[in-house]
């Protein structure tokens, strides 16, 4: 049976011609929407929060901070602005990052083209006229163009280009947990904090999940809370991060040459850490001294570095073992009760999950208002009024904390009502899975960037290196398209088949494929099996600029269809 697709979209009338419209405000939106002006484009930049920032706007937990050193985790694209700008810590929490974020939009007069308060509804695209209409729907606001209030009445654009910057962790999943609507106290969850401080004083509190957010937030709130319940199903690898004041010597010798600095770090696989490079050796082929040796060097370092210790980690399960159990010794070391600490030590292959930075986490189980609860053997039943139910048990508290991630790197998407040719829905084409040619186009969807989405090594990476590097192929995609005086581009279907099947591929020489991670969408119930970032930063980068250096193959670049 065949299936009635709806008429292509037709320009409204009221809709606002504009080359790009830019979808989210994080550091992907802002620097697409200085490059669009550079390149003397018109462009519009949308968001949903009353703020810029992004990631940094909505998670607000307690504890938040970045996991990558901060004089890495910042743009590249502006000399003066890396220069004039002074980290307080090595690994800035949200409050100094969301100031970064607005400087950012300040120092380069972009508050005029972004609309908060303003969530994107609908996107189609216009096969005859060759451009998407896009609506969206604005909330109470200022309108930063304007001063005015907005007004509530839905929005419209007419772009050439849609360019998808909302980010690969921005739908925060929120599990159907039976009862959940009953429990009678305050629910937070992590990625969407609110914008006020959240008092946990005096408060019995329960914190469902133990991945990164929550491993930041757990040690924070102990502090608060009279009693702490966390609830886990998979135990976490968690590495040091040292984090303290920025090293005023550290910062003088990266500004001293801060372009080689960033050259230098993408060319690593992450893009970042070129300060303590892989060790070139086998963990396996070491002996115990030397293993031990490089181990707790990198400890002693801090964050990511750790799976640098050895170069085979990720590809060795051996070697990947000894480095598990290297950590599982650090946790029996910092957890006095032998059986919270192994209830808190990992049993799968370590780096398969995202490995998280934290301060104090392990040791936070030691104090006396803190228990450890393990839902894989005591599954969690039912919330009531005054608590929830798990392995036939009550444990009651006064305040939830929700730290269960996102639905990751597809969530945004997929929510959205996005068609492209024929009427084709998003949620068709990525019915198996979300494909994709290069990370950055889908067949079907002409014209239409998605950042540091699925088929992209963003996951793997420093995103801000990852954002930039996306912008500026974007940038250039779109000057070529104006140069041959061409209007639209997207991939084949075979290019995005042979693309994704790469992805795989790449990741099956690994360890990643080892165990159940968001990295497969395994988090999700019901979300299709399919491993979604690439491994291997350089590498992609290389065959991105193969690929517009040669007239985008695996693409189809079409002219302006001729007027009536």
């Known amino acids: ?330 946790i029996r070391a910092a957890v006095v009760d032998p059986a919270t600490a192994t209830l808190l030590s990992p049993q799968h292959t370590i780096g398969c999950k995202r490995l998280c930075v934290d301060t104090g986490y392990y040791e936070t189980f030691n104090r006396p208002n803190v228990r450890l609860v393990d839902v894989s053997r005591q599954p969690i039943e039912q919330f009531t009024p005054g608590g929830l139910r798990a392995g036939g048990q009550d444990y009651p508290f006064d305040a939830l904390v929700l730290a269960t991630g996102f639905d990751a790197m597809t969530g945004t998407l997929m929510r959205l009502d996005l068609r492209g040719r024929g009427g084709l829905s998003i949620q068709q084409k990525w019915a198996a899975g979300p494909l994709n040619h290069l990370g950055l186009m889908v067949a079907g969807f002409p014209n239409l960037f998605n950042i540091a989405g699925p088929g992209s090594s963003s996951a793997f990476t420093n995103v801000i290196v990852s954002i930039e590097h996306h912008v500026e192929w974007i940038a250039d995609c779109i000057t070529h398209l104006d140069r041959q005086g061409l209007a639209t581009i997207e991939p084949t279907v075979a290019s995005e088949t042979a693309w994704v099947a790469h992805v795989n591929a790449v990741a099956a020489g690994t360890v990643l494929l080892s165990c159940n991670s968001w990295y497969l969408g395994a988090n999700i119930p019901g979300k299709p099996r399919m491993f979604m970032p690439l491994v291997g930063f350089p590498p992609y980068v290389a065959r991105c600029a193969a690929v517009a250096a040669t007239g985008y193959p695996g693409f189809t670049l079409d002219a302006p269809h001729a007027l009536a």
Do not use: C
Not at 36 to 63: C, H, I, K, M
Not at 241 to 251: F, K, Q, R, S, T
Not at 285 to 297: C, G, L, T, V
């Open 1 to 330: 049976m065949s299936r009635t697709l709806p008429p292509s979209p037709t320009s409204s009338p009221t809709a606002r011609p504009v080359d790009l419209l830019i979808v989210g405000a994080g550091f992907a939106g802002l620097y697409m929407l200085h490059k669009a002006r550079g390149l003397g484009l018109s462009a519009q930049l949308v968001e949903a929060a009353d703020g810029v920032g992004g990631t940094w706007t909505f998670n607000r937990y307690p504890g938040a901070r970045v996991d990558i050193q901060s004089l890495e985790y910042s743009f590249g694209f502006d000399e003066a602005l890396q220069q004039d700008w002074h980290w307080t810590e090595r690994y800035a929490g949200q409050p100094e990052l969301l100031r970064y974020a607005n400087h950012v939009a300040d120092r380069f007069g972009l508050r005029d083209g972004i609309l908060l308060n303003t969530r994107v509804s609908g996107a189609a695209f216009d096969e005859a006229g060759q451009r998407w209409q896009v609506q969206a729907e604005a909330g109470p606001s200022t309108d930063p163009a304007t001063g005015a209030p907005a007004t509530g009445q839905p929005r419209s654009w007419s772009a050439r280009f849609l360019v998808m910057a909302s980010g690969p962790l921005s739908t925060p999943n929120l599990p159907a947990f039976p009862g959940l609507d009953s429990f009678a106290g305050p629910v937070h969850h992590t990625a969407r904090w609110p914008q006020h401080a959240v008092d946990f004083t005096g408060l019995r509190v329960a914190v469902v999940g133990t991945g990164s957010s929550a491993v930041q937030a757990i040690p924070v709130i102990a502090r608060q809370a009279s009693a702490l319940t966390v609830f886990q199903r998979t135990a976490t690898y968690a590495v040091p991060a040292h984090n303290g004041p920025l090293d005023p010597a550290l910062e003088a010798r990266i500004k001293a040459d801060y372009p080689g600095f960033r050259a230098r770090n993408r060319q690593m696989r992450g893009g970042f850490g070129s300060e303590s490079p892989p060790n070139p050796g086998s963990a396996e082929a070491a002996s115990p001294a030397e293993r031990e040796a490089s181990f707790e060097a990198r400890w002693q370092r801090g964050g990511f570095s750790l799976l640098g210790a050895f170069d085979d980690l990720m590809v060795n399960p051996t070697s990947n073992a000894l480095a598990a159990e290297f950590v599982r010794g650090k």
